[in-house]
């Protein structure tokens, strides 16, 4: 069992950054490649971006690659998102997704409903 705990969001004017953290349970952290998706308010909740294991490798949506950066602290059982150049489009629930012994890359086709764990997500709004 992983609890995931999302926090960083908050309100910022177009072309700021934000830093969002995701603080994971449990001594198997290492084990569960990690994703953030987002839900914009009427749309279906997205693949945003995913890292595996051992930080070997990432993946980005296109509307995100460039700037957003993902990364992960084993030691602590954090995940990051860092965001820079954020634009109104960006305005969504973020939620931290866990699965277990998962590639970035695979995690990246999969639907949310292939996660096996999540957060309760934290509001990032990006004002024009």
């Known amino acids: 069992q992983v609890q995931l705990v999302e926090s960083g969001g908050g309100l910022v004017q177009a072309g700021g950054s934000l830093r969002l953290s995701c603080a994971g349970s449990g001594r198997t952290f290492i084990s569960y490649g990690m994703g953030w998706f987002r839900q914009a308010p009427g749309k279906e909740r997205e693949f945003v971006a995913a890292i595996s294991r051992s930080n070997s490798s990432t993946y980005y949506a296109e509307s995100v690659k460039g700037r957003f950066t993902i990364s992960r602290d084993n030691a602590k059982n954090t995940v990051y998102l860092q965001m820079n150049s954020l634009k109104p489009e960006d305005t969504a629930v973020y939620y931290c997704?866990?699965?277990?012994?998962?590639?970035?890359?695979?995690?990246?086709?999969?639907?949310?409903?292939?996660?096996?764990?999540w957060g309760k997500g934290t509001l990032v709004t990006v004002s024009s």
């Open positions: 997704a866990a699965r277990l012994f998962t590639s970035a890359q695979a995690m990246a086709a999969m639907t949310p409903s292939g996660m096996h764990y």
